[in-house]
């Protein structure tokens, strides 16, 4: 195992030094002073820290501390020019923000991964070990106020929410962007697959859920700098057959009730949690999906919360949302709650664009006036053999043309009556759909076969214009979404409905903001054209609001 690791090394190009091209990389050029420490978890593991204070400081000065706990902090990766000499890589974190307005900036890395020892964790009880003692320890240091920000993208949002969940001394406020919520979930819908970006299904027959676990051990065996201290080196490549083998048997596990998955749910964990959070997430990033991060949101209790919802992928909305004011909002917030200083945090509490690109404020999302409005769906057959499109995979069932612009606000919801193996799956769609015949991808779901399947699709935030239709098409499975070996069953829908969450009242967009990146190539790449004949015999009267015909 550990020689297909070190291989695996070289293959991905998990280690390999290279330069970044990437806009959201920020070089650090505020003068600051770097020191290396080591901290110890209570179980005894050793975890590694990279410091930066702002410099010209007197020793005994303090100020306000913003961490990030992570498994990508190693000596050796994401290396961009200029970067800091003999210190962590910073690419993606704010820390020449951070400098800027007087805070020290703390990188710790995660048990297994840069220069701490121990096997890695994935979010289970030993990395929630690691956040709390980083934030403790970063809340004593005689440079400290004794309150601290984590702030992160992704992972390292995730150990945010695993700071929300642990509750250490110190810990101030937490920014969270495209964090996973429930990695059981990140991996799996209802147990089967997600497809990542760039991990197709090997022919070695390697799921993209197994390479996922494959490529943090991969990562968490990359190895130190020549000049890195002799523990650090050691640290670094210390991977033991034991660490691998346990960690991917977690993430190859498909069992959603197994207690490694329940126990890192961070949804019931953090419930009623009143640590101010600043969460955002992208209704269209395809790698932490807009999936279990909104119940976690509603669950949050009392508190002065912040969320950012809306059009953009896998990113912090730093440089890639089509947003000026995002760094104000944001370095307002940590100000407030972190340094303390007397401020008012710009924006309502959520701020959300929806998919024409407009932005607009909300109290809350999904709104209040978001109610659930029943759709039918047409009966009829689909055979479960994938890969191939047809006529005989899917089931299109179209509303008629809306009279006025309908707002689909929150998590739509599926119940199926199915006939069918339970090794097959059901996956449904819904489609923004044109008098052309063009439909956009809304959102979509999919689970195993039952007699009564309930499926859960994607969040989205999405006004349909008047004149267009809602489609719904059920099918085996969306080749480009998830993976699924095919049973070549056939499946019967013997009666099904969808759930759709719409607003009560139109929406007038009041605030100020641009298309991203990620939204164009959405309008581009989710589309397909419905034909004439499914326009013409797939129509149910679904008695919605603003639809045309008698209700």
């Known amino acids: 195992m550990l020689r297909v690791l070190v291989g695996l090394v070289s293959v991905l190009g998990l280690a390999a030094p290279v330069a970044s091209a990437d806009p959201s990389t920020e070089p650090v050029t505020t003068p600051h002073v770097y020191e290396e420490h080591w901290l110890t978890a209570p179980d005894g593991t050793r975890l590694h820290a990279d410091v930066l204070r702002p410099a010209g400081l007197s020793p005994e000065a303090r100020t306000p501390v913003l961490l990030a706990v992570s498994p990508y902090r190693s000596h050796t990766a994401y290396i961009s020019e200029p970067r800091l000499a003999g210190g962590p890589s910073t690419d993606f974190l704010p820390v020449d923000m951070a400098l800027r307005a007087g805070y020290s900036f703390v990188i710790v890395d995660l048990r297994g991964f840069g220069g701490s020892n121990g096997c890695p964790d994935y979010g289970g009880p030993g990395e929630r070990s690691d956040v709390a003692t980083a934030v403790e320890w970063a809340a004593s240091r005689p440079w400290s106020t004794g309150r601290v920000g984590m702030v992160g993208m992704s992972y390292e949002a995730w150990t945010g929410l695993l700071g929300l969940a642990a509750r250490p001394a110190g810990l101030a406020a937490v920014v ?155 370095m307002a917030f940590l100000d407030r709650h972190v340094a303390g200083r007397d401020v008012e945090v710009p924006g309502p509490p959520v701020t959300v664009q929806q998919f024409d690109g407009r932005w607009r404020a909300e109290a809350a999302w999904p709104p209040a006036d978001s109610r659930r409005h029943t ?86 935030d999405w006004p349909i214009a008047a004149g267009h239709r809602l489609g719904i098409r059920v099918t085996d499975v969306v080749d ?45 790449q989710k589309t397909t054209t419905i034909g004439a004949e499914v326009m013409n015999n797939a129509v149910v009267p679904m008695n919605l609001p603003n639809e045309t015909g008698p209700r």
């Open 176 to 330: 969270a962007f495209e964090p996973v919520v429930d990695p059981y979930s990140y991996l799996y819908m209802q147990g089967v697959s997600w497809k990542f970006t760039g991990k197709p299904v090997t022919e070695n027959g390697i799921r993209p859920s197994d390479q996922v676990g494959i490529e943090h051990l991969a990562i968490a065996s990359t190895p130190g700098r020549p000049d890195d201290s002799p523990e650090y080196r050691a640290n670094a490549v210390a991977m033991t057959e034991d660490c691998a083998r346990d960690y991917l048997a977690l993430t190859q596990n498909h069992d959603a009730a197994d207690p490694g998955w329940v126990a890192r749910d961070l949804v019931a964990a953090t419930r009623g949690n009143t640590i101010p959070l600043f969460l955002g997430q992208g209704f269209v990033d395809q790698n932490t999906r807009p999936d279990r991060v909104f119940e976690l949101w509603r669950a949050q209790g009392p508190g002065e919360h912040r969320a950012w919802f809306g059009q953009w992928g896998h990113n912090d909305c730093r440089f890639k949302c089509g947003t000026p004011h995002f760094d104000a909002e944001v």
């Open 375 to 460: 759709a039918a769906v047409r009966a009829g057959t689909f055979v479960d053999r994938g890969y191939v499109p047809g006529a005989d995979r899917e089931i299109y069932s179209l509303s008629r043309p809306f009279e006025r612009e309908t707002h689909l606000s929150g998590v739509a919801t599926a119940t199926l009556d199915l006939l069918g193996p339970p090794a097959a799956t059901v996956a449904v769609e819904l489609y923004d759909v044109e008098p052309s015949g063009r439909a956009t991808v809304i959102t979509r779901g999919i689970a195993p076969v039952a007699a009564t399947t309930a499926i859960r699709m994607l969040g989205q």
């Open 480 to 524: 480009d979404v998830w993976v699924h070996p095919p049973t070549g069953a056939t499946v019967t829908v013997v009666a099904g409905r969808v759930e759709l969450p719409l607003l009560d009242r139109p929406r007038v967009p009041d605030l100020a903001g641009g298309l991203s990146e990620a939204h164009e190539k959405w309008r581009v």
